[in-house]
């Protein structure tokens, strides 16, 4: 819990302004518009970080949808909008219904906003169809604000580059089905959405091959991929494969000199698949890599 005094409403609120789509032209920073009063369900929170991320330049840019057009799968925003998805902050008024207790609680917020059908496609974002958090105050749902406990290390800042990212992720591993004892490959792994993906998919149970730049091999490793493969490797369906097969040679106690001895490479059953085997991809990376990621599958 943090101290929070009541609310001057008075004062008034700062805020960054989208006020159509196009450059960074279409923001206008503003100091003295009217703080949101939560209605019942709600809560006001005094924002304290805020992360961006593309979902925030897509936006702005009207790459999801813009004006009448119905092939970017979002609604038109209405402007002046502010924008921000990946909100942190303390509570800081309770609107009905909601215990009065909770104020002066840090908190990160759920960027999606449901109806109560739970239908995904009727859902609302933080940021987009809500107002966000690029903001020093915000207004959402009580539930969507959830407690950071007083035992965790990260600063607000670090908060703020978890919500929307962890939230693909998660959706990435549901749709995939990927499920315990399966090998999956993650490319773009140490980036937000793929350290995400990797730490997800240890949890869920699965056997991490993470694709990232060597450089941010062993910092990926440390969160949990059982193994990396060099980015530009994943580029190339004969590099990637060469990969794969010597690991898993590595894996049965081959010396990396073996590789070119295919007696060296375990033979493929039920219990122990082909080197090359792969159950899963995670990519949120495309480009170059979809075409050998997807041969990689079927071989």
């Given at each position: 819990m943090r101290?929070?005094?009541?609310?001057?409403?008075?004062?008034?609120?700062?805020?960054?302004?989208?006020?159509?789509?196009?450059?960074?032209?279409?923001?206008?920073?503003?100091?003295?518009?009217?703080i949101p009063k939560p209605t019942p369900g709600e809560v006001l929170i005094k924002v304290e970080a805020c992360g961006i991320n593309n979902t925030d330049l897509w936006t702005r840019e009207g790459a999801y949808a813009a004006d009448d057009?119905?092939?970017?799968?979002?609604?038109?925003?209405?402007?002046?909008?502010?924008?921000?998805?990946?909100?942190?902050?303390?509570?800081?008024?309770?609107g009905q219904g909601v215990d009065e207790k909770r104020i002066g609680e840090l908190v990160l917020v759920n960027p999606t906003i449901y109806p109560p059908s739970g239908d995904e496609c009727e859902c609302k974002f933080i940021g987009s169809e809500r107002?966000?958090?690029?903001?020093?105050?915000?207004?959402?749902?009580?539930?969507?604000?959830?407690?950071?406990?007083?035992?965790?290390?990260?600063?607000?800042?670090?908060?703020?580059?978890?919500?929307?990212?962890?939230?693909?992720?998660?959706?990435?591993?549901?749709r995939s089905r990927l499920q315990k004892g399966e090998r999956v490959i993650i490319t773009g792994a140490s980036g937000g959405v793929g350290t995400s993906l990797v730490q997800m998919s240890k949890f869920v149970g699965a056997y991490v091959i993470?694709?990232?730049?060597?450089?941010?091999?062993?910092?990926?490793?440390?969160?949990?991929?059982?193994?990396?493969?060099?980015?530009?490797?994943?580029?190339?369906?004969?590099?990637?494969?060469?990969?794969?097969?010597?690991?898993?040679?590595?894996?049965?106690?081959?010396?990396a000199a073996d590789e070119k001895d295919p007696s060296s490479y375990h033979k493929a059953d039920e219990k122990n698949p082909s080197p090359c085997h792969v159950d899963v991809v995670l990519d949120n990376v495309a480009g170059a890599m979809v075409i050998p990621l997807l041969e990689v599958i079927y071989t």
């Open positions: 101290a929070c005094g009541l609310v001057n409403y008075r004062i008034g609120m700062i805020a960054q302004l989208l006020v159509g789509h196009g450059g960074l032209d279409k923001y206008r920073y503003k100091t003295e518009l009217k057009d119905e092939q970017g799968g979002w609604q038109p925003l209405n402007f002046p909008k502010i924008q921000g998805a990946d909100v942190v902050g303390v509570i800081a008024e309770c107002d966000g958090g690029f903001a020093s105050h915000c207004v959402v749902p009580a539930r969507n604000a959830i407690m950071v406990p007083n035992t965790c290390v990260y600063t607000p800042y670090e908060l703020a580059s978890f919500a929307c990212a962890s939230q693909t992720a998660w959706h990435m591993i549901k993470a694709v990232c730049s060597s450089s941010k091999a062993k910092a990926v490793r440390d969160i949990g991929a059982d193994f990396t493969i060099d980015r530009r490797t994943g580029e190339s369906k004969k590099l990637l494969i060469e990969a794969l097969k010597k690991h898993s040679a590595e894996m049965n106690g081959h010396k």
